[in-house]
Structure formats: C-alpha cells, structure tokens
C-alpha cells in the first residue's frame, strides 16, 4: 500500500531524513516509535507532501507520488491526522465532520456519512451539535479520527494521537484502531506509547536521527526490553 525508498527530506537547509526504507502492506497495522526529534513527524510529512524537500520514492498503492501536491495525495486516499488536531472553533461535531466530506473526492450522502460515523465513534454520536472545543482532548482528537475517516482513506495516518489524552480515552483509542484495522483500513501509528501500540501493530520500525534503525514483529519487539530501552527512551 506504501513503500518508503531512500526517502530523504529537508526543511530549509536542514537534512532531516536521511534515506528511509519502510514498508505497509495493505490491512497491516505498523507503528513507528523512536525518541523525541528522532524524524517521525517528518516522515509522516513528507509522505503528504509537507516538507520543503523530499528526495526517493513514496509509492502509494502503486504510484509514485513524491511529485504530487498534498491536496492530490489526499484525494489518491491518503488521510492524515497531525499532532496539532485543527479543530474548528466556533462549529459543531457534525459541522467538523461536513468540513471532512468537503474535502475528500466522496459524494456520499452528508446523512449517511454522519450516521456511519457516529456507529463507528459512539462518544461523538451522543454530541454532534456540540461546538467541538468545548469536548475534552480525548473526544477533540476522535473526532480528528473520524473527520479524516470521513473520506475512507486507504492508508490512515496518525502521529502521537494519545498525547495529552486520560489514559481511560486512550485505551478507547486503541480499541479503535484495532477495530479498524480490522474493518480493513490500513494503518501507520506515530506513538510515544510504545506498548499500547507494539500491543496492538503488526510490525513496527524504530527510526533514530533521520534513519529506520530497526525493524521487528511488534510482538518481538514488545518482548525486547534491551531495544526498547536503547531507542525509545525519551
Ligand atoms: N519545521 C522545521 N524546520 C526545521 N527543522 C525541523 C522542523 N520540524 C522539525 N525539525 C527538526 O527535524 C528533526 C526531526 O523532528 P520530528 O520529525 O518532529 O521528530 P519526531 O516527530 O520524531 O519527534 C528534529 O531535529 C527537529 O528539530
Ligand atoms: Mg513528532
């Protein structure tokens, strides 16, 4: 579904990702984990096309689309929901959802949408005229979820979703990922929660200073206190 090759990025004068290798098959959970200013956003970033250089290959199901503006990337089914979650002030639940349907290439009836959303995410099913800010960090960022699945992306991307989140909406979180990585949807994980997510992936990379420097079974990998201890603590 994407295949990373020597993918190297830049902001500005700064060499930031120094030639990635990484896979996702199409149904697969995979996580990517690795200390603080190790390069994960940027990985995630410059596959949607957001850093101001980018060198390689990033093939999405089966195009290469290294060239390709974002808004492009997005409508071949790429989602992605950055750390900073942009919600709406001022709009609603259900008026953060339309903005989603607006931007995606579906013509999906706005009625249906809504209502194959709130199946899928209970808590903002119960609040849909609520104006979105006013929801807790956890509600703030299932709704980010959802607003990107409102496309039925091929491939979700999610960096750090759990940060800053009550650990009770976290484990709801990650219910919910397995849930639709079950259901079908691809999926590559940015996590600082290395065990939540190794519990819960297929396979995981760890990246460190701008490289993939290993990659395992997340179950292997959870078992392996040595590797955890020398690249993902913070
Ligand atoms: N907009 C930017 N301009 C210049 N350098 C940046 C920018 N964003 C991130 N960096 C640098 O890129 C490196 C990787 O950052 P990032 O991808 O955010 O790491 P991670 O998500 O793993 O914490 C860090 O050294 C960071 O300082
Ligand atoms: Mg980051």
Not at 26 to 39: D, Q, S
Not at 65 to 72: A, F
Not at 133 to 161: C, F, H, N, W, Y
Request: with cysteine; glycine share 8%.
């Amino acid at each position: 579904m994407l295949k990373l090759e020597k993918l190297q990025a830049w902001y500005g004068r700064s060499h930031i990702l120094q030639g990635i290798d990484l896979e996702v098959n199409k149904g697969e959970l995979v996580c990517l984990i690795g200390r603080n200013g190790a390069g994960k956003t940027t990985t995630l970033r410059a596959v949607m096309g957001l850093t101001s250089r980018a060198e390689g290959r990033v093939v999405f199901d089966g195009q290469d689309i290294l060239k390709l503006p974002t808004h492009r990337r997005n409508g071949l089914g790429l989602g992605y929901v950055p750390e900073e979650r942009r919600i709406v002030p001022g709009m609603s639940v259900r008026d953060n959802l339309r903005l989603g349907l607006l931007a995606s290439h579906h013509t999906a009836r706005e009625a249906d949408v809504i209502a194959e959303i709130a199946e899928t995410f209970p808590r903002l099913a119960e609040r849909l005229d609520q104006d979105a800010t006013t929801m807790s960090g956890g509600e703030q960022q299932m709704l980010a979820i959802a607003r990107a699945m409102v496309s039925k992306p091929k491939l979700l991307m999610l960096d750090e979703p759990s940060e800053g989140i009550m650990p009770v909406l976290v484990d709801e979180m990650f219910a919910l990922f397995a849930r639709l990585r079950d259901g079908g949807t691809t999926i590559l994980l940015v996590e600082q929660n290395v065990e939540l997510a190794l519990g819960i992936a297929d396979r995981a990379y760890i990246m460190d200073q701008g490289e993939i420097v290993y990659q395992a079974d997340a179950k292997a990998l959870l078992a392996d206190a040595e590797i955890q201890e020398r690249y993902c603590s913070v």
